[in-house]
């Protein structure tokens, strides 16, 4: 055969091998995607995928404290009680229970709900689970701002005892909670991370892989492999019902870019999108229809820690800072039009609204607040490192514009820096950092969850150490006052000194914009984010 036949020959094969392939990778409609590659759905018919923007920081609930790692423990571990999707507290591994007259013993009746190791779940694990979370072996970053209201918990923290005397095992399926005064809002806390049940035989030692992980939510730790992916299986045995959908699986993603190239090509189910994609998304003919808006009770503010930077003492330091920065510019030119925060607490959480607004951007009257301080002018000022997120896009934006005002506006000396995000929260929980772009998401629908747990003195939430005692004389009351009107109108107060003495900047409150393929149906929220996965159904 000649030169040119085999040349001919070649290239005819070339052509049919890239036939074949085009064939092979074909985009046509799968189930209603909106036009993904079937391809890469196939095979995840039963399979609910989205991305984790960090590694899990812990896989036990009593250690866990951030938002991404409480929504993939959340289809892991129940507690007694959770919010439901109308916002109001529902029995979870409870079925009942009552409340004594003077607001300070709970009874609980238990349901039927097995473990994944398949033990039946008994009130002494209950009791065992919280004496556990707040085991001072187990150091807990949660458990006493959460567990801390019961009765024996400071003996339990402080290693002085081994049990609690205040949660009582009344039979198998009854346990007795008492607490040390009547609380409102002590339901709401129980539903947090480190209020879930575990077997008791787990005992005060971490839980670190899968072989230990046995909770009673719907899905079950089926593989953990740091820094690329952890899959869930349904738990057959739930309580209640087995799961519409076989697994979970969160592949960790820490690029916000990828993450969002993956949702494109039909990789991943869902994904919440950075800020900065919120427009192009909306102008997008395909994704415009699967974006979801959904608000959330949180504050987005930037830390003024005395603790670790004295000169953060300083009132009309903090206040002129406040004033310097153009909150409204960073939320509607470089976050997508989220709400400036005008006060401290979030829509939703106090029906009562404070006199006092947060300080307004007027760089004249910034200045003039910092001459009043013992700095006088910005040059006097140390410099002031401000830490955030390494691998939040909306971090970054939003610190370049908050270091660009206090330079321009103040003659500030601003040293942004970037950090990992579980280095950030050990950081936080040492008290070390100085000044940070940080959040507070609700865990429990009450202004105390905003106020007293986070700012008063001894709050353990509290790192930094702000200090007001007439904001924690208003705390203290309203945390006690059983009419709902009058302790509404005390949180109010306490927020009024917040917006005036400025211990931190709020800077915006959240919503969330998620993407989620047709394909997914069932998705349940509330306003403190998504519940467990068990009623969602893959088309």
């Known amino acids: 055969m000649g030169q040119t036949a085999k040349l001919v020959t070649v290239k005819a094969q070339l052509l049919l091998l890239v036939a074949l392939l085009l064939i092979g990778c074909g985009s046509g409609s799968s189930g209603g995607s909106g036009g993904f ?6 095979g995840s018919e039963s399979t609910f995928r989205y991305a984790l923007a960090n590694n899990p920081t812990t896989l036990d609930p009593a250690k866990v404290q951030d938002v991404d790692t ?47 190791d398949g ?39 402080a290693g002085t005892s081994a049990s609690l005397s205040g949660v009582k095992v009344v039979n198998a399926k009854t346990i007795e909670i008492m607490i040390d005064k009547p609380r409102p809002y002590f339901l709401g806390k129980l539903s947090y991370a480190c209020g879930c049940v575990v077997p008791a035989k787990q005992g005060a030692a971490e839980i670190r892989d899968v072989k230990a992980a046995a909770g009673t939510g719907p899905f079950a730790l089926e593989t953990f492999s740091p820094e690329q992916q952890v899959t869930l299986k349904a738990f057959a045995d739930y309580h209640g019902g087995k799961p519409q959908i076989a697994t979970i699986e969160r592949r960790i993603i820490k690029d916000a870019s990828t ?32 974006l979801k808006f959904i608000n959330r009770p949180a504050v987005f503010y930037l830390l ?21 920065i153009d909150r409204d510019r960073i939320t509607q030119q470089i976050l997508a039009g989220v709400p400036t925060a005008n006060r401290w607490l979030p829509e939703g959480i106090n029906s009562v609204a404070p006199e006092a607004q947060a300080l307004a951007f007027d760089p004249a009257k910034a200045k003039a607040e910092l001459a009043l301080s013992q700095f006088k002018s910005g040059d006097k000022v140390p410099p002031i490192e401000i830490t955030f997120r390494a691998e939040n896009s909306d971090a970054k934006a939003a610190i370049e514009a908050i270091a660009g005002d206090l330079r321009r506006n103040l003659g500030l000396t601003i040293q942004p820096r970037s950090l990992e995000w579980g280095a950030i929260l050990k950081a936080r929980n040492r008290g070390e950092l100085p000044c ?16 007293s747990m986070l700012l008063t003195t001894d709050a353990s939430a ?21 009419d709902a009107s009058k302790r509404a109108q005390l949180y109010a107060q306490a927020e009024n000194i917040v917006l005036t003495e400025v211990p931190r900047i709020p800077l915006y409150h959240q919503i ?3 993407l989620v393929n047709p394909r997914v149906s069932g998705l349940r929220y509330n306003l403190l984010g998504s519940l467990p996965h068990d009623k969602v159904v893959l088309k």
Not at 260 to 289: C, N, R, V, Y
């Open 37 to 42: 590659s079937s391809r890469k759905n196939a």
């Open 70 to 116: 409480m929504d993939l423990l959340g289809n892991i571990y129940e507690p007694l009680v959770r919010y439901g999707e109308d916002n109001k507290v529902e029995g979870v591994l409870a079925e009942s229970w009552t409340v004594s007259p003077d607001g300070m013993t709970y009874t609980f009746k238990l349901r039927d709900a097995k473990f994944h």
């Open 119 to 157: 033990s039946a779940v008994s009130a002494s694990d209950v009791k065992a689970s919280l004496e556990r979370a707040l085991n001072k072996n187990m150091a807990s970053p949660t458990a006493e701002t959460y567990l801390g209201d019961i009765r024996g918990a400071k003996e339990l923290l």
């Open 259 to 290: 993450r969002l190239s993956l949702f494109k090509s039909g990789e991943t189910d869902m994904t919440t999108l950075e800020k900065q994609d919120w427009a192009a998304a909306k102008g997008d003919a395909q994704l415009k229809d699967q």
């Open 304 to 324: 003024l820690s005395a603790k670790a930077q004295p000169a953060f003492k300083d009132v009309y330091l903090r206040r002129a800072m406040m004033m310097a």
């Open 436 to 451: 940070a772009f940080l959040s507070w998401y609700g865990d429990y629908i009450d202004p105390q969850n905003f106020l």
């Open 462 to 482: 509290n790192f930094d150490k702000w200090s007001n005692r007439s904001f924690d004389a208003l705390c203290a009351t309203a945390d006690v006052e059983p």
């Open 512 to 514: 969330d914009g998620v």
